[in-house]
């Protein structure tokens, strides 16, 4: 069985970052346009999202009020770089439909919105050696649908070939496409205990289990406490 290299948070995050934890997933997956049982399933989330919040309060849920004040705890405006959960809310609570990517990112994104959670999606082929969590430096980082992002005191994840994740946007060297069989998905989890990963982590393999047909190869809690 594939395992998830290990994967480690380092020092200089974790000090200013102390509650941190991710959750990690790797799954076998056969990546293809989203079923009408998907789309179905983000209409009912964007009606459930939209009956509890608006968008003046959906940074009070408390996942997304974690992730925010863990960026500023690093120094970085959550308003200018929003979290992809709160940034997929506040798309719904404004009227505008979700993106169609393909039935894996469609599902990390409903996953993201019914949890509060800012999750990453990466083809696990494309990463080189161990991962680690950090604080994001001055390096080059072209996200996916954005262009150049400047990582610089955000959270990210980083391989050999340098950063490829964040909780704002992952970036286009990893990016899961048509091609990928091997998809690790990471959630940024910002609260104090791991009581709210392990019923992501449940839902998530059921999620992809039934609706992708995925395959759970390994599954790790990193920054336990």
């Known amino acids: 069985m594939l395992n998830i290299e290990i994967v480690i948070i380092e020092d200089g995050i974790l000090k200013a970052i102390p509650q941190i934890a991710l959750g990690a997933q790797l799954f076998r997956v056969n990546v293809r346009p989203s079923s009408q049982r998907i789309v179905d399933l983000q209409k009912k989330i964007a009606s459930g999202l939209a009956s509890k919040y608006q968008v003046d309060t959906i940074r009070n849920r408390k996942a997304i009020d974690a992730t925010r004040k863990a960026y500023k705890s690093l120094g970085k405006d959550p308003n200018r770089y929003r979290p992809s959960a709160d940034a997929l809310s506040r798309r719904i609570l404004n009227g505008k439909p979700l993106f169609q990517i393909n039935n894996i990112v469609d599902m990390i994104n409903l996953l993201s ?28 980082f072209v996200a996916i649908g954005r262009g150049n992002l400047n990582i610089s005191d955000l959270p990210v994840l980083i391989d050999d070939a340098g950063a490829f994740g964040s909780p704002t946007s992952d970036c286009e060297r990893t990016k899961v496409t048509e091609s990928t069989t091997l998809f690790l998905q990471v959630a940024f ?37």
């Open 189 to 225: 989890n910002f609260e104090v205990t791991k009581s709210q990963l392990e019923p992501f982590l449940k839902l998530s393999e059921q999620w992809h289990t039934v609706y992708n047909e995925a395959e759970l190869l390994d599954q790790k809690i990193i920054g336990i406490h």
């Open 113 to 140: 919105i019914e949890t509060g959670i800012s999750i990453g999606g990466y083809d696990y082929g494309k990463i080189h050696g161990p991962i680690r969590a950090a604080i994001g430096g001055n390096e080059p």
